[in-house]
């Protein structure tokens, strides 16, 4: 029996065939039912039906390695077998379509950001593998899967590990005696048939996020679209898609956090410039506004007999301009060409802090304008905490509170909620380099 014989409504090592679902380099993969349990499983039934010992010996080990991966963005292995010298996998059915679809859906790219997000679940996925000492060998958008029904949140799976090797291999055949891979998602290594580690699915993982970015395989590496890939994002490529092996990234979630810091860096640095700037110009009108108050209260007080405000009681409090507050923002250099920024006063210290009462217009507690400093915290808190509330950008209301908290946690610094001096100097700032782009997280110890 061959695996372009199996008709709908025939069974096939115990499962019932409904439709074929696609057809690769290893074999045919159908949708099928599993009758004893009334589970839908993707069968995949290998193209070679050769019986050698050696053969199948080599399968079930390659199956094994694949079905002891347990992991929430791994596609399960449910069962493998040899029927009638015809070898097969039974692998969770994901409804929900795969990268490769996602790409024909959208010839110019997905967008930057889900592009990356899908990046990184993937890495979890092909992290823990590594972590366990396989390595996937064929990473490709059509063995990237995305889950339907799954609330609003893409559920990201990783699967056909049907080439799959321990890392205890030191070859890159698979069990057909034939050298494996996917043009151009296969390093250098791989294709002359030499042995691969890790950085074989870095490599793969880089060119599929070019792919989902362009819509396109690039022609070259890291790709010569320019309109929808940015300089630094082209930069993150190059790494990971280098010919030396040792110059990629260390690991796949290495990949997915510099593309991530990427994104942020191109966006978040402009944003915070525009938000300072139209910050500054505001905090200038309520200084002069201030100024104005404070005159006309001392002219009161001057002209009252008992030294009061007309018309208002003695318990009454005149709030005024209140010093070492974070107001502001000042660049600190890091090394290497790269800087952070911080919140600071006015005059570019950093022994100040920020809480509740910098956002609060004193109008029935409603939020006053955005303040630079905590835009500044706020990209933080995103940049290198992957934390996000529901606070306006620059306001630090009971979000930005708790988020503080979290990171005061995370650095052994009281959590009372409140940003100060040991708060700045324990937690990580977001570093960029000349061109705004961020680089990296960084401590940035008090002066």
């Not at 890291?222 to 630094?232: F, I, L, Q």
Request: aromatic share 6%; charged share 20%; hydrophobic share 40%.
């Amino acid at each position: 029996m061959c695996a372009n014989e199996l008709p709908s409504g025939s069974i096939f090592a115990g499962y019932l065939i409904e439709r074929r679902l696609g057809t690769g380099g290893m074999g045919t993969v159908y949708l099928a039912e599993d009758p004893e349990v009334s589970m839908k499983v993707a069968l995949k039934v290998m193209r070679d039906p050769r019986s050698r010992p050696v053969y199948a010996a080599q399968f079930r080990r390659e199956a094994e390695l694949a079905a002891n991966l347990q992991h929430p963005n791994i596609v399960d292995v449910k069962g493998f077998g040899d029927e009638g010298g015809v070898l097969w996998l039974a692998m969770q059915y994901v409804p929900g379509g795969d990268l490769a679809g996602l790409i024909e859906a959208n010839p110019d790219g997905v967008e930057p950001q889900r592009a990356v997000r899908l990046i990184a679940e993937a890495a979890k996925a092909l992290d823990h593998a590594h972590r366990n000492r396989v390595i996937h060998r064929d990473v490709k958008p059509a063995n990237i899967f995305l889950a339907a029904d799954h609330g609003d949140a893409e559920w990201v799976l990783v699967g056909d590990f049907g080439i799959a090797r321990s890392t205890e291999t030191d070859s890159t055949r698979t069990m057909t005696g034939y050298w494996a891979y996917t043009a151009p998602y296969a390093p250098p290594e791989q294709r002359a048939g030499l042995p691969v580690d890790y950085s074989a699915d870095v490599h793969a993982l880089g060119v599929t996020l070019y792919e989902l970015l362009t819509g396109r395989q690039p022609s070259a590496l890291p790709g010569t679209d320019t309109d929808r890939v940015s300089p630094a994002m082209r930069e993150v490529i190059a790494k990971a898609t280098a010919a030396d092996p040792a110059d990629r990234y260390a690991s796949c979630g290495e990949l997915a956090t510099a593309a991530a810091a990427t994104l942020r860096g191109s966006t978040g640095r402009a944003a915070i410039l525009r938000r300072a700037t139209r910050h500054r110009r505001g905090l200038v009108a309520a200084l002069v506004a201030a100024a104005l108050l404070t005159t006309a209260l001392s002219l009161a007080l001057r002209a009252s007999p008992n030294g009061e405000v007309p018309g208002t009681s003695s318990a009454t409090t005149i709030p005024g301009l209140i010093s070492g507050r974070c107001h502001f923002s000042v660049e600190v250099p890091v090394g290497d060409g790269s800087h952070a920024i911080v919140p600071s006063t006015r005059d570019g210290s950093r022994i100040c802090i920020l809480s509740l009462i910098d956002s609060r217009s004193g109008e029935q507690g409603r939020f006053a304008e955005p303040i630079e400093g905590v835009v500044v915290l706020h990209t933080a808190l995103r940049g290198c905490y992957q934390r996000e509330n529901a606070d306006g950008t620059g306001i630090y209301g009971e979000g930005t509170k708790a988020d503080l908290r979290y990171v005061q946690d995370a650095s052994n610094v009281d959590q009372d909620g409140v940003f100060g001096p040991k708060t700045s100097a324990a937690m990580l700032w977001p570093t960029y380099d000349a061109g705004g782009n961020q680089v990296g997280c960084a401590r940035i110890p008090l002066p």
